[in-house]
């Protein structure tokens, strides 16, 4: 089966499942007090963002799934009523929302895959697998899968964002298991220490030995944490932000982001961060 047609054949298996799962465990979701769009209606699961190349030769034993935590929706987010309009009419608008979104605007409604951020660290893990920088004109944004592991969003009665662990967990089991299972990825970069520990203790359940990817846990990328942590504003010449960008094409270094023109501006922001989490990606792959 070409690239193609084996992208399209496991995108219309996660879109099966995210569409039954939704529709047959929506009492059961309405009951965990999760944000509704306009406070009524339930934005259903869905599937996650795959780059056109995920099953292209060039992406044989590198193969990389990032998982971020949630959706974290407002109520009166414009899009989510969108999302569930579509959703009770029987479209597909809500389930491949990540996908679509790329299609229409190079994001994919996931705040730090749209950031930048969790590219730039898959571009920096496939540079440590292969032991040498990209070539030609290759895109991590074709070459990846990326997601969240709740599907859902929840919020505070003063609107902050909070996480679940129920939901991630029961996330996994109805969504996240039949993600890694079809989408075979190497690695799975894990965005925080609440995600590394589900995945983690779940792939070492579901994968063979032989066939299980390696999981790799990252601080998550927020601008919060990376302020709070890897805030440096001065960084020996080794950290030098030149030194991350030979990790990425110029095709990925131009790629339009949120909030900053380019990935370029983030890599030069944020480079502290960059090379503290691929001396940690590193040193897991070497305890692999």
């Known amino acids: 089966m070409n690239p193609k047609m084996k992208r399209d054949e496991v995108l219309r298996q996660l879109l099966d499942n995210a569409r039954r799962i939704s529709r047959i465990k929506e009492d059961e979701v309405r009951a965990w007090g999760l944000v509704l769009a306009n406070g009524v209606d339930v934005v259903p699961g869905y599937v996650p963002f795959v780059g056109e190349k995920y099953f292209h030769r060039e992406t044989d034993g590198c193969r990389i799934l990032a998982f971020a935590l949630s959706q974290n929706l407002k109520e009166k987010d414009s899009f989510a009523k969108t999302w569930a309009d579509d959703w009770a009419c029987g479209g597909e608008l809500a389930l491949d929302r990540q996908n679509k979104a790329y299609a229409e605007s190079q994001s994919v409604a996931m705040q730090p895959f749209d950031t930048g951020h969790i590219p730039v660290l898959a571009a920096l893990l496939r540079s440590l697998v292969r032991e040498r920088g990209p070539s030609g004109q290759e895109s991590i944004y074709e070459q990846i899968a990326a997601t969240n592991l709740s599907k859902f969003s929840f919020r505070t009665a003063r609107g902050?964002?909070?996480?679940?662990?129920?939901?991630?967990?029961?996330?996994w089991e109805w969504f996240s298991r039949k993600e890694v299972n079809l989408l075979r990825p190497d690695y799975i970069i894990c965005c925080g220490d609440l995600v590394y520990s589900i995945v983690k203790k779940e792939v070492v359940e579901c994968c063979a030995v032989e066939t299980a990817p390696k999981v790799l846990r990252v601080s998550f990328p927020s601008l919060r944490v990376i302020n709070s942590h890897y805030g440096k504003k001065r960084w020996p010449k080794d950290l030098e932000p030149a030194q991350i960008e030979k990790c990425l094409t110029r095709k990925e270094l131009d790629h339009?982001?949120?909030?900053?023109?380019?990935?370029?501006?983030?890599v030069t922001r944020d480079a502290y961060y960059f090379m503290k989490m691929r001396e940690r990606m590193k040193s897991q792959l070497s305890g692999c």
Request: hydrophobic fraction near 15%.
């Open 160 to 171: 902050h964002t909070t996480d679940q662990p129920s939901s991630l967990q029961t996330c």
């Open 256 to 266: 339009p982001v949120k909030q900053k023109p380019h990935v370029r501006e983030v």
